[in-house]
């Protein structure tokens, strides 16, 4: 497994442009004329980028697609370049419930005729179109209750949502791959508890944090309260969010609750799912921050890294 917390410069020029989405001649350019990074060089005198190096880029790249020069920003702190991206997750509310609508549309009618390709292909273009906060916050949750309300109406069927879900999990995996986790911002463990099956909470969690800066430690459905409590204990992880929609007995609620109690106390959990709905209070008492949607995760998480001086993070205790 890649340390991708290490420093030490091991990229070539061919990986950061595929990483970051700059031609080589604007890398060259950014490097040359305005010292946005400064890489080292193997001993055949090849330019290596580091870690940091990749997610200074893709900030930089974020932000001078939102409108501004490179010759204003790039010498500018990491904090600084998120702070100038912040107004653009504000602004995501302000894209046309029209366009939103018509991705969701394509999508569904792609889903009906059970051509996983298609529903993959219009979130990718609804996505770059309007946004990866887009995709997260309004494109996949509208998508998804569409195909729940056609399945409890009874004009789609299993192979319909299967079909859904699994283009969707695939979608949110390539938009996660296009960000480069923030250095030294914390990590966060997502997860759904034991026998809760339905991930498709936790995914748009885990993309969701992946878009904002986080590295994200995704492990998936069904995971047991022990192994959730181990994860937690890897460097560097600053929270723990975990989706739940079905209780039964209610032992899912006491996983969670499970979960909460044996956390660290400078590790939040936040949850969120139907679950979440009728026992918000009972999770509530327990400290447990239940969260109704991904725009107040977001919220969270970004709290959360505020509170950290320097963008930095002491999980030791």
């Not at 091991?10 to 595929?18: E, I, N």
């Not at 974020?62 to 912040?86: N, P, Y």
């Not at 990866?132 to 056609?150: A, C, F, K, Q, Y």
């Amino acid at each position: 497994m890649i340390d991708r917390s290490s420093p030490e410069p091991r990229y070539p020029v061919r990986v950061v442009t595929s990483r970051t989405g700059l031609t080589a001649d604007a890398l060259r350019a950014w490097e040359r004329r305005y010292g946005a990074v400064r890489p080292s060089r193997s001993a055949g005198r090849q330019r290596l980028y580091s870690e940091d190096d990749v997610a200074r880029l893709m900030l930089l790249r974020r932000v001078t697609e939102a409108g501004h020069s490179i010759s204003e920003v790039a010498g500018l702190e990491l904090s600084a370049l998120e702070a100038l991206l912040e107004p653009l997750a504000r602004d995501h509310s302000a894209v046309t419930s029209s366009a939103v609508d018509t991705v969701v549309a394509d999508a569904l009618d792609a889903a009906i005729r059970l051509d996983g390709a298609a529903v993959e292909s219009v979130l990718r273009r609804g996505a770059l179109a309007l946004g990866g906060t887009t995709l997260v916050d309004r494109i996949v949750p509208n998508l998804m209750r569409e195909v729940g309300d056609g399945w409890y109406a009874g004009t789609l069927h299993p192979a319909h949502e299967h079909v859904a879900s699994a283009s969707v999990r695939r979608v949110l995996d390539w938009s996660s791959a296009a960000y480069a986790a923030v250095p030294r911002a914390g990590r966060i463990v997502v997860a759904t508890p034991e026998e809760e099956l339905h991930e498709l909470g936790a995914s748009l969690a885990a993309a969701m944090a992946a878009e904002a800066g986080w590295g994200v430690v995704y492990l998936g459905p069904s995971l047991p309260v022990a192994d959730v409590l181990r994860a937690a204990e890897a460097d560097d992880v600053r929270a723990v969010a975990l989706s739940a929609v079905y209780d039964g007995d209610g032992a899912t609620v006491d996983r969670l609750l499970a979960v909460a109690r044996h956390l660290p106390p400078q590790i939040p959990l936040f949850v969120g799912g139907a679950v979440t709905v009728t026992r918000s209070g009972v999770l509530e008492a327990e400290g447990v921050r239940v969260l109704p949607d991904m725009p107040a995760l977001r919220a969270a998480l970004h709290t959360l890294r505020a509170a950290a001086p320097n963008g930095r993070y002491d999980t030791r205790g």
